[in-house]
Each structure stands twice: as structure tokens, then as C-alpha cells.
């Protein structure tokens, strides 16, 4: 496995893996966990060579005080990656990804007035950025990203629409510990009783998974608010039924085959994210 810090590094160990070479890429911030495994080794089977980022990027960032608590650890993260078989990793520090202050703006419409869009100005436009230059840099033929980040995917797949890259995006269901919890590089930031109680936002998606056939979407969306809000220590931020793909509230079953549930939500000092396909 080759680390790149820079990069011209990295498109000189690109550019030595022959020509026309088929790349899975990964990118992640690090904090690497099973989720972000699994996604190293379906491009592991899919592809030639597997590039693997791992850069926490600050301009995705609208909380200071989020960035400066978010899990770093290149050393174990490496060790990981091997064990799975990367070939090639581009851990960068922030002047190589950004000499000089972006400029770059991106519009995704509808897609990021909601939700994250909603209640984090700016971090699409900063995912967008960082996610254009990464690729422009490993130039894949493939990306995978974990669903968990269901929006992101969204936005990920319309910046190569609107850009016109040639890479596929392949969309890789969320990995979840063993009671439930989807695995994020916050987890490891919640202290012992708040990790008790975490697994009980996803027994609530659960539950209104179940309740599609019972339930009006309003009904559904009241009922997994006043659920979510009781959970202890938490602070409910959103709970959304949306079209899977225009991301916007629907306000009947029938006429949207393909639909998400998606919450945010805080509990202690950690935010967490989740959804289920209902």
C-alpha cells in the first residue's frame, strides 16, 4: 500500500499503475470503521486499483467546535486499510487541497434546501468542492459512498450529472452495529450511556417501516417525532418522509414508490444521522 501526501505524488503513483488502469475510489475523513471497509472492499472486487482519501475537510464545516472534535487517527487508519487490501492512499493536509481560498459554488436546487441543506449552510457546497477535486485528481472510474449519508448521495450524483464525469457512483447500504446503531466516525464520541442509548433511533425507524401500510405519511411523521422526542438526552432537529430521489416531503404513499425516512438528531454533544427505505 503506497501513501501519497501530496499531489503530484499521487498522480505519479497513479500514472506508474499502467495505462488506462480501472480505480475504485473511497473517499472518506478518516475515522475509519467497518462501514468504510466494506465499501474498500467492494471496489477491492470491482476494480484494478483502489484509491482510498482520507482528509477531514474543513469547508464542509459549519460547526467550528464539530471539525475540531472529529476523529483523527491516520496511523490506525492506515493499518486498517491494509488489512483490507488498499493500494493507494491520498492523505493530504489542507494547503495541498486548497494552495489558496476555494471559490468554487455549486447549486443542487432543491436537493440541498432541505434537511442537511436546512440546518447546515454551506456544507454541501463544501462536499461538492472537495469531492470535484478528489476526483479531478484520481480521475475513477468508480466511487462508492455509504447510504447513510442518503442526501450526500443525492448531491454526489447530481454534481457528476451537472459536471459531466465519467464515473459511476455506486450507493452501498448503510453498516450497522450489532444492535443497530449506524456505524459513524462520531460514535466513538458518545460516552457510555449516551451509546446505551443510541440504538433507539433506529428501533423508531424501525417501527415506522412497519407502520407504511397503517399510517397517512403526516400520521407517520407525527408519530416517529413524538417517539424521537422522547428518547433521553436528545434533541430532535429533523424527521423527514421524502421522495428518494427529489428529497422532498411527500404527502401521500401512492404516488412515490420510492421513499426515505431520514432523521438528525443530537444526543449529548454528538450529532447523529440515520435513515430507512420505507
Known amino acids: 500500500m503506497i501513501l501519497c501526501r501530496t499531489k503530484t505524488e499521487l498522480q505519479d503513483t497513479l500514472k506508474a499503475q499502467g495505462t488506462n488502469p480501472i480505480i475504485g475510489f473511497v473517499p472518506t475523513m ?6 468504510h471497509l466494506a465499501l474498500v472492499r467492494q471496489a477491492k472486487r470491482e476494480n484494478e486499483v483502489v484509491v482510498v482519501s482520507v482528509y477531514v475537510n474543513p469547508i464542509q464545516f459549519n460547526n467550528a467546535e464539530d471539525l475540531k472534535k472529529y476523529p ?3 496511523e490506525r487508519d492506515l493499518d486498517m486499510l491494509k488489512e483490507v487490501g488498499c493500494d493507494i492512499v491520498f492523505a493530504p493536509e489542507d494547503a495541498e487541497m486548497y494552495p489558496e481560498k476555494p471559490t468554487e459554488n455549486y447549486s443542487f436546487g432543491a436537493l440541498e434546501t432541505v434537511m442537511e441543506g ?20 484520481v480521475n475513477p472510474t468508480t466511487a462508492y459512498f455509504g447510504e447513510k449519508d442518503f442526501q450526500q448521495l443525492a448531491l454526489i450524483r447530481a454534481l457528476v450529472e451537472q459536471e459531466d464525469l465519467a464515473v459511476e457512483i455506486v450507493a452501498c447500504p448503510t453498516v450497522r452495529e450489532h444492535d443497530g446503531l449506524a456505524m459513524s466516525s462520531r460514535n466513538t464520541r458518545l460516552p457510555e450511556e449516551d451509546r446505551r442509548i443510541a440504538p ?6 424501525r417501527d415506522c417501516r412497519d407502520l407504511v401500510d397503517v399510517l397517512t405519511p403526516a400520521q407517520l411523521k407525527t408519530f416517529a417525532e413524538e417517539h424521537l422526542k422522547k428518547i433521553p438526552r436528545t434533541k430532535l432537529e429533523y424527521f423527514e418522509i421524502v421522495n428518494a430521489k427529489t428529497l422532498q416531503p411527500i404527502e401521500n404513499w401512492s404516488n412515490c414508490p420510492k421513499r426515505v425516512a431520514c432523521v438528525a438528531i443530537w ?4 450529532r447523529l444521522i440515520d435513515n430507512v427505505k420505507i
Open 200 to 205: 433507539q433511533i433506529y428501533k423508531i425507524l
Open 72 to 74: 483523527r487517527d491516520l
Open 267 to 270: 444526543l449529548g454533544g454528538v
Open 30 to 35: 478518516g475515522g475509519l470503521h467497518e462501514g
Open 118 to 137: 436546512a440546518f447546515r449552510p454551506g456544507h454541501f457546497n463544501g462536499v461538492a468542492i472537495v469531492v470535484k477535486r478528489l476526483f479531478d485528481l
